[in-house]
């Protein structure tokens, strides 16, 4: 590196950052370009965190970026979520039709962990200061020239910032704004989901469990301090919601009805009004993440099929990845090119991966069948599984240089 390159990077390239988004992406992306010195500012449409969202997977890959990110927060993950030591498969009798140990610590150094997305929201949020989270600021569109973005919000004042990120999720306004996609692409499975306090008495504390049934499936997870997590896909070539929240019980209890008891049990104790019911939705891969000022991030920029459970995970590691090449470009321009090059071909392919394997869970309902499942969720080929979580190992002892 020559002394003007190394005197250029003693301070930040750009000022001051707006991202749009405090779901996890927003706030880890926040946490990582603040620790550069630079004057991050987080603007969120919901008026108020409340306890939302279901349980979540963490894996290796996740964990290894958000640990980088804001060290320490893996111990507080544990505490407050729950170690996965096996995964069971079950049928809709509830015999086990299969139990495996997670390797996931020995293998890749990390543990499988399942947490609720609200605790997981509120631990990354409290490693920032409360007064740069802006909330009911839902922003409608910006404009940007050489200089800088102005960013406009419903209701708000403007904002004018050096760079924009929009970690808006997977319905984004700032990639509608650059791209100009509108509608996210239904990929025929509907999902209802909940976590409630809820002792369960099929499985032991550190199991997560899977059920088969036809066309239909069901994760249990315990998501830690008493919270069961549930959440059940059915294969749908059409989707339609439903009008109240009694309706949306009502009609999964339904499709669940010649399951065992047990299961119906744990929907029968969720209160209606907390049960979420929506489509599974992904978009096509983009060639470019950013134009000029702006830049996208997490399911803005790779929205997937949640099957293989890497959401949030790939989004923590947009988040470590666009700020080490913050840390180490010499321009904007410079940081957003690496950024794209270290993220999108990587994305592109657990994006695919992912909606293969959300039809496969929909095989048919044999044994054998149910056996490729769990087989594609625990024991991916070898090489395979490396790449995706051994990714992010050497994050936290040496930081990675970008290209
Ligand atoms: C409330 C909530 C609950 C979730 N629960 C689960 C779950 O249980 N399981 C699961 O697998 N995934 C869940 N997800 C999705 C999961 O968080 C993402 O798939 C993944 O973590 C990528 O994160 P992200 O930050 O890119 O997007 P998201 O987590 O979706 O965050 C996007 C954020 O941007 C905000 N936003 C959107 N549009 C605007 C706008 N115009 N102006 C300002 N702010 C805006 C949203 O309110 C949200 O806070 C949930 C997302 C949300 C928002």
């Not at 909940?194 to 499985?203: G, R, T």
């Not at 499936?217 to 959440?231: A, C």
Request: proline fraction near 4%; aromatic fraction near 10%.
């Amino acid at each position: 590196m020559n002394i003007n390159l190394t005197q250029k990077l003693s301070k930040p390239i750009v000022n001051k950052v707006a991202i749009i988004g405090a779901g996890l992406g927003g706030l880890a992306t926040a946490i990582a370009l603040k620790s550069q010195g630079i004057d991050v500012q987080v603007y969120e449409k919901a008026q108020e965190f409340r306890p939302a969202g279901t349980g979540l997977g963490l894996a290796p890959n996740g964990l290894n970026s958000l640990e980088a990110i804001a060290p320490g927060i893996v111990e507080t993950l544990k505490s407050s979520g729950c170690e996965v030591h096996h995964t069971v498969l079950k049928n809709i009798r509830n015999e086990t039709i299969r139990a495996n140990q997670t390797k996931y610590l020995e293998e890749y150094g990390q543990p499988l962990l399942t947490v609720w997305w609200y605790r997981l929201q509120q631990a990354i949020a409290s490693r920032l200061p409360s007064e740069i989270i802006h909330l009911n600021h839902r922003c409608i569109g910006f404009e940007q020239d050489e200089n800088g973005v102005e960013i406009h919000f419903d209701g708000q004042k403007p904002v004018y910032t050096d760079l924009l990120i929009g970690a808006d999720g997977v319905n984004s306004v700032i990639r509608e704004t650059l791209f100009g996609e509108s509608e996210p692409n239904y990929i025929g499975s509907m999902c209802w989901r909940a976590v409630i306090k809820y002792h369960h008495e099929l499985f032991n504390e550190y199991e997560l469990v899977f059920v088969k049934g036809n066309k239909q499936f069901m994760y249990i997870l315990n998501v830690g301090d008493g919270y069961t997590s549930w959440i059940s896909r059915k294969l749908s070539p059409d989707y339609s919601l439903s009008h109240s929240a009694d309706e949306v019980k009502s009609r999964i209890l339904q499709e669940l009805a010649d399951w065992d008891e047990s299961f119906l049990a744990v929907v029968q104790a969720t209160p209606a009004e907390q049960i979420w019911e929506g489509p599974i939705c992904d978009r096509p891969p983009l060639t470019h993440w950013s134009q000029g000022r702006v830049t996208l991030l997490g399911d803005a920029a790779h929205p997937m099929a949640p099957a293989m459970g890497q959401g949030a995970n790939t989004t923590f590691e947009d988040a470590y990845e666009l700020g080490e090449c913050f840390s180490h470009s010499a321009t904007l321009q410079d940081a957003l090119t690496s950024y794209e090059q270290s993220r999108i071909e990587r994305t592109k392919i657990i994006q695919a991966r992912s909606a293969l394997g959300e039809m496969r869970y929909y095989d048919v309902n044999t044994v054998t069948s149910s056996e490729q499942t769990q087989q594609q969720q625990t024991t991916l080929p070898d090489d395979f599984n490396k790449w995706l979580y051994n990714y992010g190992s050497s994050f936290i002892s040496s930081k990675k240089g970008c290209s």
